[in-house]
């Protein structure tokens, strides 16, 4: 008789005890099962490894070991970046180790790779309550069960922070608007105040600008002000949403406006912008800022000078399609 665990694994199981269910895996060497996890375990070739694990859960699967054969191929298909194949492998290693937090952080790896947006965040929600649940435990009164404690701990604390990253990072990558929302949804939840958050409102605005959900996107670009209070792109954004008169908000779209042409002409150009880019860029932000000007104007009835800014709009704007298209029909525009 012989008992494998992987050598990979085991200062973790060291560092974690309660988990040692699925890796402590007694088999008979001698047995055709237990013959084949051996040649697995010394297989060194990838594809291989995971070929002889995979004909071990065949011929073999409601053995003892199948747990532990899972949980390597899960580890053995986010290597070779077979995520699907990971994932699917986890959650069944999760269904006979519900509590172990290594399953549940390669679940989140395995969906990061993946990439899909809806999964991740549910793995990561799996992975975040366990990681909570591992640090909550108390400092042990046993002189000598405090060092694996500690480990457990900073094992946890490790796993959740590669949470908020997995979620930030799927975040940037994102191209689907509704996806991009639901990250951001979940690192605002499960990472409330954490390192990306004042990140999160411009790529709200962008997103729910995507989307078409204007007071929405107004609402992110008032959020996103706070950390950049001179932002032209979301003073003009949240200007359009408060020029409309049943908001009660035209006065806070006319500052926006002038708040826009009283700082963007003395802005310095980015480093990564050329002369003309940015005077283009400068002088399509001060054509809006001029026509929200005069719409909040004729609002409030002042009628003269709307229209004298309006004429400024106008003449700065001509031929920009694009500028004089509904707010949440423009393509995000930021230096």
């Known amino acids: 008789m012989k008992r494998l665990i992987s ?40 594809a291989k490894k995971i070929g002889l694990l995979e004909q071990f859960l065949a011929k073999f699967g409601s053995h003892d070991a199948a ?35 290594e399953i549940a952080h390669l679940l989140v790896k395995g969906g990061e790779g993946k990439g899909d947006a809806q999964q991740l965040v549910a793995l990561v929600d799996g992975t975040h309550a366990l ?9 042990p009164s046993d002189a000598d069960e405090v060092e694996t404690w500690k480990r457990s701990v900073e094992f946890a604390t490790q796993v959740d922070q590669y949470n908020e ?15 991009k929302v639901l990250l951001l949804d979940a690192l605002r939840k499960y990472f409330p105040g954490g390192q990306f958050d004042k ?8 997103a729910y600008q ?23 792109a979301y003073l003009y954004l949240a200007g359009e949403s408060y020029v409309d008169p049943s908001k009660g908000k035209i006065a806070q779209a006319e ?41 909040s104007l004729a609002n409030q009835g002042k009628f003269a000078p709307a229209h004298k800014e309006l004429l400024v ?23």
Not at 24 to 41: D, Y
Not at 165 to 179: I, R, V
Not at 199 to 206: E, F, G, I, P, S
Not at 322 to 328: H, M, S
Request: hydrophobic share 40%.
């Open 7 to 46: 050598a990979t694994l085991w200062l973790l199981w060291l560092a974690a005890p309660n988990w040692a269910q699925i890796r402590n895996v007694t088999i008979n060497t001698e047995s055709e099962e237990g013959k084949l996890l051996q040649q697995a375990g010394e297989e060194s070739d990838s």
């Open 255 to 295: 500052g926006n406006a002038r708040k826009i042409l009283e700082t963007l002409p003395g802005k310095a150009k980015p480093a990564n912008m050329s002369d003309d880019d940015w005077n283009k860029y400068k002088n399509n932000y001060l054509g809006l800022a001029r026509s929200l000007l005069g719409r």
């Open 67 to 101: 747990g532990y054969v899972h949980l390597q191929l899960q580890a053995a298909c986010l290597a070779a970046s077979q995520f699907d194949k990971s994932i699917e492998h986890g959650l069944e290693a999760q269904k006979k180790a519900p509590d172990d937090l």
């Open 165 to 179: 990253h997995a979620l930030y990072g799927a975040a940037l990558k994102q191209t689907a608007p509704q996806g």
């Open 210 to 232: 995507q989307l078409g959900q204007n007071d929405k996107m107004a609402e992110a670009a008032e959020a996103a002000l706070v950390g950049d209070p001179n932002n032209e």
């Open 131 to 139: 990681a909570l649940k591992a640090k909550a435990v108390p400092k």
């Open 313 to 335: 709009a106008a003449a700065a704007l001509k031929g920009n399609n694009e500028a004089l298209a509904p707010p949440t029909r423009r393509r995000p525009t930021s230096c």
């Open 199 to 206: 990140t999160l409102d411009a790529q709200y605005v962008v």
